[in-house]
């Protein structure tokens, strides 16, 4: 697990995030190196899903129920982010074996990962360490936070995220 700072939380219940909130915007590296940036998708709405890693089992399950899913996300006019602290050759690996059609995003500082409040503490076999809490916001067209899944479980998330918007 990578290290991204000792701590993600910050004064107690002040930083909660919550639907009618602008989404923080952010810059982050694609797998090609290229710079994307939230307010590129300006009048779309995003699904902007965080995840812990690439190629782990839940992870896997996820991006390929998105993948599966694809077209009934394009059809609804909705665009699919994936972020991780993963580096970009990391997720073209990904990409690649899973075939997946939409962007993946690298935040191997964890900045962004804080700023939507999704780097926790977490606990494996009784270890604690710190790392992304799988988490999805749906946002607007403006911006703004539409939705916010926290713990998502992977099941039928995709099916889930489709029926709310």
Not at 7 to 26: C, V
Not at 85 to 111: C, I, M, R, V, W
Not at 137 to 151: A, Y
Request: a positive charge.
């Amino acid at each position: 697990m990578q290290n991204i700072g000792e701590n993600s939380t910050s004064r107690q219940g002040h930083d909660i995030m919550k639907a009618g909130d602008k989404a923080p915007d952010f810059e982050l590296s694609d797998t090609n190196g290229r710079k994307i940036k939230l307010s590129d998708f300006k009048g779309k709405k995003v699904v902007l899903y965080f995840y812990p890693k690439d190629m782990t089992i839940g992870c896997t399950i996820e991006a390929c129920s998105f993948r599966d899913n694809y077209s009934k996300f394009k059809k609804a006019g909705i665009e699919i982010l994936g972020v991780s602290a993963d580096d970009g050759n990391s997720h073209q690996k990904f990409t690649d074996k899973y075939k997946l059609p939409f962007t993946l995003l690298s935040d191997e500082d964890g900045k962004i990962c804080k700023k939507y409040r999704v780097w926790k503490e977490k606990s494996f076999l009784g270890k604690k360490f710190m790392g992304i809490e799988r988490t999805t916001f749906v946002i607007d067209e403006k911006g703004k936070i539409e939705k916010i899944f926290p713990k998502v479980k992977v099941d039928g998330h995709w099916k889930e995220i489709l029926d709310s918007v």
